[in-house]
């Protein structure tokens, strides 16, 4: 598999969905069965390691119940 270089934006965007995903109680399953992604691929973006398509993170803010710029936002 191709290393994917570390970006500062991805790890946020892991943090969150981890933090969402949680706070419901959500196992990555569930969340990749509500945003119609592949549960491996979603494993993958939590652990900052894939890229992800802006039509990707609004499924999963979507299926979240949270506004997308939400996942991207660094606390």
């Keep these: ?3 994917t270089p570390k970006s500062q934006l ?3 965007l892991a943090r969150n969905l981890q ?8 196992s ?4 990749a069965l509500e945003s119609g992604l592949n549960r491996t ?3 993958a973006v939590e ?9 990707n993170i609004a499924r999963l803010a979507a299926a979240l119940s949270v506004d997308a710029w ?5 606390e």
């Design 10 to 12: 991805r790890d946020v």
């Design 1 to 3: 598999m191709k290393r």
């Design 28 to 31: 990555q399953e569930r969340l």
């Design 41 to 43: 691929y979603l494993s």
């Design 47 to 55: 652990r900052s390691e894939q890229n992800i398509s802006v039509d």
């Design 19 to 26: 933090l969402h995903r949680a706070e419901r109680g959500w």
């Design 70 to 74: 939400v996942l991207l936002k660094a």
